[in-house]
C-alpha cells in the first residue's frame, strides 16, 4: 500500500443517500444506500463524474457501539436543488493521509490498519473533526470480493501534538 499526505484547498460539495445502522448491519444498509443513489443520480444535478462515488463518514466511528451514518454520495458542482430525501455535505479544505488500497472489500479494514500504523510512526494524529471518506471508480468492485479491487481512502489527519 502506498500514502501520501495532502492538502486540499477548496470545499467540496457532494449529494447522496444516507445510511443509519448499527455496526452489525451497517453492510446491508451501505449496499441499500448504493443502490438508491446510483439509481437516482439523474435527479441530482451539477454531477463532477458519474463514475465516481463517495462513501463519507463521520469521525464517530471508533468505539461507537450505536447508531453509525455513512452517505454514499456523487460530488457535485456547483451545489444545485436536493433531491427529495437525499442529504448534501460539504467538506473543507484540510490535511487528509491518502491511502492507496488494491485488495478484495472484505481485506479493507487491513487498510485502515495500515494506515493508523503509519501515521502513528510519521508524527500525525487523526483529526477527529472532520469526515474520513472514500472514493470509488471504474476499478472498484463492489459486488465481488476481487483481489484487483482498488479503493482510495482519505483520513483526516494533524501534526501529533506533544503537550
Given amino acids: 500500500m502506498k500514502i501520501e499526505i495532502i492538502q486540499t484547498s477548496t470545499i467540496s460539495s457532494f449529494v447522496g443517500v444516507r445510511a443509519s445502522s448499527l455496526m452489525s448491519n451497517l453492510g446491508n444498509a ?46 457535485v ?12 455535505l460539504h467538506l473543507l479544505p484540510r490535511v487528509y493521509s491518502v491511502t492507496y488500497y488494491r485488495g478484495a472489500a472484505s481485506k479493507l479494514v487491513t487498510a485502515y490498519e495500515f494506515t493508523s500504523k503509519w501515521i502513528a510512526e510519521n508524527g500525525y494524529e487523526y483529526d477527529d473533526v472532520s469526515y474520513y471518506f472514500e472514493r470509488y471508480d471504474e476499478k472498484t468492485m463492489r459486488e465481488t470480493d476481487d483481489v484487483r479491487n482498488e479503493i482510495t481512502i482519505y483520513c483526516p489527519i494533524k501534526e501529533k501534538s506533544f503537550v
Fill in 77 to 88: 458542482e456547483p451545489l444545485s436543488n436536493v433531491p427529495h430525501g437525499m442529504v448534501h
Fill in 30 to 75: 451501505v449496499n441499500q444506500a448504493l443502490h438508491e443513489v446510483v439509481r437516482r443520480s439523474d435527479e441530482i444535478g451539477n454531477i463532477r463524474n458519474r463514475e465516481v462515488t463517495y462513501g463519507i463518514t463521520p469521525p464517530n466511528y471508533k468505539g461507537n457501539d450505536g447508531l453509525l451514518d455513512f452517505y454514499y454520495c456523487y460530488e
